[in-house]
């Protein structure tokens, strides 16, 4: 009896929940990229939204819909917006998985500062998706075309740079967290991957631009973008975006090559790359150490791999350009853009934050520029391929 | 007093309404009058005429003076099994298991002679609990069979035995067995107390017994195994558990059991102690799939999207498109068409089956889905679950375990994951507060018995299984296995 009392209490305890935060699958519409771009007087939102819907009872059936639907609205403010995108679809806009967020290049121009509080203050997304820039186009447009080989366009941007970052070393993957850190911390600055069009002529939103061997479009990855504050500078060159990537220690694996010859090329695959980048102060100057395996590609001048000497020419020359290159990078950044995407200064303000802050309010006024760069490039010969001499006859 | 022969008959006639089942024989030896009583259903003619007439008819060809008639009968009759009575009471007792009872004339006592019929079916193999090795002879309705396969695999003084009758009708025989010094006293006592205490028209079976005895588990999980293989009993008889044998029962109740006993099949005993523990993970797993996994999956589909994979949330929202019930109901169908399919194929005579089973599979499987009435998703889900509830041979506990089973869904449906947290504690609270005859249901978990955990989820190596579990037996000197070698 006295548990039958209990559980008259408790059991409608369960029914009077509502089912808070209940919704069903078949009723959500869920979204798998964001793109953000500006108007004149605000913002324009476009949606991308995976669809979810069979392509009829007749599997047989040789209608297809595409895999995904965009959506755009503009409105004064972002969050707006992003609402009215609502008036379009007939479901919930669910963003809990976001892949990707796009932002359009004249908005990152402008400072990012409104996209990092609407999509930090949500509580219901994940913080983990990728943020990048269309370059020299506009977010609306690169959510549009319908790529190949990934059915949704969102997963090509995020697969693709993840690859990309793994491979060459173009484009570092920056997902929002890291993104809003890197905001908040103000000894640091902002860089961001960029994505933009490869044309033929023909549109590429339609489903037949995946039905030739060439799209006629597609979404490629393109170079970093440096920022100050929230405002993007300008994209920096593949040579220099590598060069980046290893000063930032995020590369693992890429292609070096040096001239020999006239028109005549060494390459090699660097792999197990490290950066060790330390900051002594007085005098201030930066160390940056980066260690690889080399792995030898592609020979096309006569050379002797067999003589050692012929190889220790090889490594120091790759470790030359290499260093070389991260040099005129180094120094293009703090002539050209005077911002310190490499966060020397954080780390000096982790190694020694009593002289940091000596020196602290002069940093981009003469610190910043003037500071001496140490390079120390180092890589292990590890293996010459499969021949050992140039092939000729 | 049994002298007065005629009377005696006469009453039993009486009490029995004088059906015909019982045969009265009159024959004289000599002077004396001597009647020959059997049930004839339960008692076999053969052996009668076989061995009681023709031995009588040679008596009396004897001529021996009818004051030692009896004595006499009792010594030359070639029938082995002889017993002498001298009341009414035992009479009929023994009348109705196929005895065939002598009354002399001017006797104070009778002659009780075996003269059984063979009612039960021969030993066959077991038919729920099947095994690739091991023994396959299974228990069968026969008391003395069932006994007799155990005897055979225990020839030991310790093998003691506590015969009762139960059941003011019935009287059916019931047989409290283990091994004298290793089950625990106390055990053994509770149990019999229990079993002095049950007085009931008929013990039909021993799951009967079982819902009698267990009568303080309140709760839908099992507290006792149910088996049909000697071996498995020898085992438990070994270990100090206690065995209950019932008459016209192929089934032997097993005592106590903890919900870890369960995981164990004969075929543990005889695999490598590796291949034993893989299963007993794989089990492990199956058991919390078969009481999750629905709700897990509803709890995702419903609340939990955020904690889907993308690729796989896209997977299953394309699945359930065009499905118009919402998750829980499409469960709650395609869990109610599954149970009605079990229970349908195990009344349906087998030589149906196979067309039972092709219609479930094509209509339930195949059908729903093209019709778009469940989602191929919640086909596998409920598949899964109810396969997974398979590897249990106790068909207690996997009915047990669909009662868990509804509420995780129920509470998945209202709250989500939050829901399954909330089931799973209550599901961890109810099997703690459980107990088996006095052992805790989670015993070599919770609480911890280091001798219990060497032979639970993981079956340690057999060398180092040289004790009992102290929980089941106070003399856990040795196990028998692995002589420990000096080297």
Known sequence: MKKIKLLSFLLPLFFITGCFNYRELNELAITSAVGIDKTEDGYKTTIQIINTQKNGADTNSSMEQPKFVTYTSEDKNLQESLRRVILESSRRIYADHIQVLVIG????????????????????????????????????????????????????????????????????????????????????????????????????????????????????????????????????????????????????????????????????????????????????????????????????????????????????????????????????????????????????????????????????????????????????????????????? | MLDDIEKIVNRLKKDTNNIGDIVYRKKYIGKTKLYIIYNEPLASSDKISDFIIRSLTRIA???????????????????????????????????????????????????????????????????????????????VEDYQKNIGLIKKRIRSNDLWIDPMV??????????????????????????????????????????????????????????????????????????????????????????????????????????????????????FFAFFISLILPAFYIALITYNQEMIPTELLVNFATQRDGVPFPAFVEATIMLLCFEILRESDLRVPSFTGSSLSIVGALILGDAAVQAGIVSPIMIIVIALTSISALPFTEPELINGLRWYRILFMLLASFLGMVGVVIAFIYFIIELTSLNSFGKPYLMPYAPTSFTGLKNSLIKFPAKKLKERREYLSNNTIKQRIGEDEKN
């Open chain 1, 105 to 393: 290049e004249d908005l990152a121009r402008d400072g990012i500062y409104d996209i990092l509080d609407l999509f930090f203050r949500n509580s219901e997304l994940r913080k983990q998706f990728q943020v990048v820039i269309a370059r020299d186009t506009t977010a609306e447009d690169i959510l549009k075309v319908v790529t190949p080989l990934e059915t949704l366009n969102s997963k090509h941007i995020d697969e693709g740079l993840s690859v990309d970052n793994k491979y060459l070393g173009v484009g570092e993957v920056v997902d929002f967290e890291q993104l809003v850190a890197s905001y908040l911390d103000s000894n640091k600055e902002i860089v961001l991957p960029s994505v933009t069009l490869k044309e033929k002529d023909e549109e590429g939103d339609n489903i037949e631009n995946t039905e030739s061997t060439e799209p006629a479009e597609n979404v490629i990855e393109s170079t970093m973008g440096v920022f100050k504050d929230d405002r993007l500078l300008d994209f920096l060159t593949e040579k220099e975006s590598i060069a980046l990537s290893f000063v930032r220690g995020k590369i693992n694996n890429t292609v070096l090559s040096y001239e020999c010859h006239d028109n005549k090329y060494v390459v090699s695959e660097i792999m197990n790359t490290k950066t060790d980048v330390s900051v002594e102060s007085e005098p201030l100057k930066a160390k940056i150490k980066i260690t690889g395996s080399l792995n030898i590609n592609e020979v096309t001048c006569d050379l002797d791999l067999e003589d050692l000497k012929v190889v220790d020419e090889i490594e120091s020359n790759l470790e030359n350009e290499l260093k070389n290159n991260i040099n005129d990078t180094i120094n293009t950044i703090r002539d050209e853009y005077n911002t310190d995407v490499f966060g020397f200064r954080d780390i000096l303000y982790k190694s020694n934050p009593k002289y940091y802050r000596e020196i602290a309010d002069d940093w981009y006024d003469s610190v910043f520029k003037n500071m001496d760069i140490e390079i120390d490039v180092n890589f292990d010969f590890v293996e010459k391929g499969n021949s050992l001499k140039v092939i000729k006859r």
């Open chain 2, 61 to 139: 060809d004897s001529k021996v003076s009818s004051k030692k008639l009896l004595q006499v009968i009792e010594n030359d009759i070639s029938n082995f099994k002889v017993t002498t009575i001298d009341n009414y009471e035992s009479l009929c007792f023994y009348l109705h298991r196929g005895f065939t009872i002598l009354l002399l004339d001017g006797d104070r006592e009778a002659l009780v002679l075996e003269t059984k019929a063979d009612l039960a079916r021969g030993i066959t193999t077991p038919d729920t609990e099947s095994t690739l090795r091991g023994s396959k002879d299974a228990f």
């Open chain 2, 166 to 283: 139960m059941g003011r009708y019935t009287n059916t025989q019931v047989g409290l067995l283990y091994v004298n010094g290793v089950a625990k006293k106390e055990l053994v006592e509770t149990i019999k107390k229990q079993l002095k205490k049950i007085d009931i028209d008929g013990i039909i079976n021993s799951e009967v017994l079982k819902n009698l005895i267990e009568k303080e588990n309140k709760n839908v999980l099992p507290t006792l195994i149910t088996t049909e293989r000697p071996d498995v009993v020898v085992n438990a008889l070994l270990e100090g558990k206690v065995v209950i044998i019932v008459d016209n029962s192929p089934y032997a109740l097993v005592m106590p059991a903890v919900l870890n006993d369960f995981f164990k099949t004969a075929e543990d005993y005889y695999g490598k102690w590796k291949n034993v523990s893989l299963t007993r993970v794989v089990k």
